[in-house]
């Protein structure tokens, strides 16, 4: 696997491939993998839950603390991992969100990551 950037959260990593996928690794607790799981540690990369498309490739990534996203050549944008604080830009919960969530209402050209927010 060739990775064509890759981002680190406090606990984590996430790289995008040259074929336009995302793969994560590392603490898991805050579903920062987003793969739908809530692993303590992943040592080997697992593809997050992206609807993929060719048509559609993600084209960057992005890590917080304990979130990520990704941005899509359309301009859609998926986060995932801890929203405590609203950081994934959907519904403020205390509860993860492990699968990569749209974030719906707009399109983006760049996306940007801090510890707490995005």
């Known amino acids: 696997?060739?990775?064509?950037?890759?981002?680190?959260?406090?606990s984590f990593g996430c790289g995008l491939t040259t074929a336009s996928t995302v793969y994560?690794?590392?603490g898991d607790g805050e579903g920062e993998l987003g793969d739908g799981g809530s692993d303590l540690g992943v040592i080997v990369p697992v593809r997050a839950n992206i609807p993929y498309s060719s048509t559609n490739p993600?084209?960057?990534i992005e890590a917080g603390?304990?979130?990520a996203c990704a941005?899509?050549?359309?301009?859609?944008?998926y986060?995932?991992?801890?929203?405590?604080?609203?950081?994934?830009?959907v519904t403020l919960t205390t509860t993860p969100i492990a699968?990569?969530?749209?974030?719906s209402g707009h399109t983006y050209q760049m996306i940007s990551l801090g510890s707490l927010h995005s």
């Open 71 to 77: 941005l899509q050549q359309s301009g859609a944008v």
């Open 65 to 67: 603390s304990f979130h």
């Open 24 to 26: 994560c690794w590392g």
């Open 1 to 10: 696997m060739s990775y064509s950037k890759v981002v680190l959260g406090a």
């Open 58 to 60: 993600v084209i960057d």
């Open 79 to 89: 986060c995932w991992g801890r929203n405590d604080r609203g950081q994934l830009g």
């Open 99 to 103: 699968t990569p969530t749209l974030i």
